[in-house]
DNA sequence: CTGAAAGCGCTTACAG
DNA sequence: CTGAAAGCGCTTACAG
């Protein structure tokens, strides 16, 4: 019950041997004769000796851990990213340091900022605001190697990132719909303020991927020679009842479409409430698609047609990617931008209009 | 580009001063005089400096990280327990250090093992097995505070312990049915193999959540004076397909049950799926309990009556009590077992007999 | 208010 | 194979 503990000096003194010896043995670096290495084990096995991975750190200049910074744990898409980062880094020997920022630049800030005072080998982050990577640049000058998920980030171009085509997979749920013969599609999105922005210009980077997506809805339309119509675009707040309020005002339209796409799986929850609410048969009155393949859109009938993304995979292709890094040193490598294909699964949510 | 970076050496020297002065500028402890504090930050910046945690840790002895380890980050239980933890010690100025094991001893024995060297302050755990603490009870004997969350364990009886009384959750759940006249209720379960180990015993230490829920089905059927058919207790694995399969079993039953408890999220909706495949018409064939409140109960049709647990809250108490224990010191008081209530929730699917 | 020195607990050349 | 010594980068008494 020694609160303070052994150190490899007691170990040392116990067994008879210099620290050095004691160090080699107990930390499998070096050469030690067996007789030694057994009289130091049971010396440390004695007085409970737990080695100290600070100083150890100090010295080797490596912590074995990785921070990864996200905006909410508690989100499905972030806890199974988290849990591809984990299942990927645990393996090599890493421990992951968490922080979850709750979408407030100033939290990340502080994050990425004692992470780096803690040493961390490299982070991992989905960015508050994509707009803002300046102190991403900060961690990178000082040697600690980023990896960007879910957002690309203006400002620093020289991190990895990995994300998903948002655009695309946008893109691909619009043109499911009008195949089926749809002409009035509606979206229900957080970006719907970006709709000018996004018509106009064509990076990536700074965007979120709600902002991609509607990008991506957009251009789809355009490739079916079908107008934009800025009514069709209804704004929500990144929570069910906001989705709910939207779906609602859709309906209410003098026109209203007859097909509706949620730029995410929490707008989707929230829109098929809606839908049921007013009483409106699916898919026979409106044919609806949503982000994300959550258990609960194989149980409502009709099930909901959706865009799947990759999100596990995403995660483990990040940790492998900081991985590499941490290997080869952030300056070997030109960044890579790795983007992760989503797959339309068409359900029963959607049909020929 | 430092990748070495400037130590306090550099600063100290670059604003003239000693290591000594130059740390209580930057570290926000002991006197400085404005004049010197001024220079020595701006030493600092000019040089970048970026203060080494891991030598400060050395000699504080403190490191500002607790570390949380649970079974799988990806189930929305730990996910939202997890929030609740940072929600509460990232204000304290704490920073959550992560490892999943997979519900596999070993790899939380690593862990616990791993976090402790690198000098957390404490350590909260959803253990992989309830029956086994020793690793545990060595972690606190070395000065580190545990927190158990979700699971007591046997053989730690001095850890502190944050769980959701899920005897009396269930028996609740059970006694919602039988006041509604039902008398053949079954239950979906993780834990079928323990139930004449359940039926005998009462600790809660050293068992499930899932095995403590099983017990209070058995004493709320006993307190209604209705017999106990071991029949109707079906096994299943923690996944949807198990669970589909156990509810079919279920039904299959010469006499089967008007009523069916699922001890948990998963299991639950398996379990509808199943009742929805064989077009049984819940609630007036079948009535449905299940654990948690996910997004989907209120989404399907019936909506499902659930018991809810204080799953945030569970992550926020474990944050708190452990803030405690670092600040208080291990040995001060006696161990906490603090049991929150979860909430019967009473929705469409569940009608009189 | 400021500085010189010791110390936290390891690992790493460097000799032998 | 083993040891003496230096060093990683801080903070903390102790003097002044």
Redesign the pocket.
Known sequence: MTT??A???DVARAAG?????A??A??G?????E??RERVLAAAAELG????GL??S???GSTQTIGVVVTDVANPFFATALRGITDVTSPAGFEVLLANTGGVLEAEQRAVSVMSEKRVDGVIVAAARPGEGAHLRRAMDAGVPVVLIDRQVSGVPEADSITVDNDHAAAEAVGHLTELGHRRIGVITEAGDQLARVRTGNRRRGLFPSAVRLRGYVSALEAAGLPVDAGLVASARYDRESAYDAMNRLLDLPEPPTAVLCTDNVLASGAYRAAQDRGLRMPTQLSLIGFDDEPWTTLVRPELTIVEQPTYDLGARAGRQLLDRITDGTASRRPQHIQLRAKLVARGSTVPQ
């Open positions: 303070h503990g150190s490899l000096i041997v210099s620290t050095a010896t160090g080699r107990l930390g670096y070096g050469q030690v004769s007789r030694t000796y737990r080695p100290n100083a150890r100090m010295v080797t």
